[in-house]
């Protein structure tokens, strides 16, 4: 059925208003939005006509010097 839209408002970061979605649903929509501001990403949604929803997240790639220190 895709995205209610306030769950995209928030997803995409054009809202700060927390979206708590239906019956505890919405951790899912918190990290991946987290994650998404903490590694400089962004996060696309698109919404197709037969009703369902693309979401795309876009991260940055860091330069291999970045992650030697990584094990």
């Known amino acids: ?3 209610p839209a306030e769950a995209t408002r928030w997803l995409t970061g054009k809202t700060d ?3 708590g ?3 505890g ?3 899912g929509l918190w990290l991946t939005r ?3 501001i903490e590694l400089k990403g962004a996060i ?3 919404h197709g006509s037969g009703g369902g ?3 795309r997240v876009n991260l940055p790639l ?3 010097e970045a992650l030697k220190h990584v094990a």
């Open 1 to 3: 059925g895709g995205l």
């Open 17 to 19: 208003r927390p979206f």
């Open 21 to 23: 979605g239906v019956d």
């Open 25 to 27: 649903v919405g951790l």
């Open 34 to 36: 987290r994650l998404a």
């Open 44 to 46: 696309e949604v698109t």
């Open 53 to 55: 929803a693309l979401v």
């Open 62 to 64: 860091r330069p291999p």
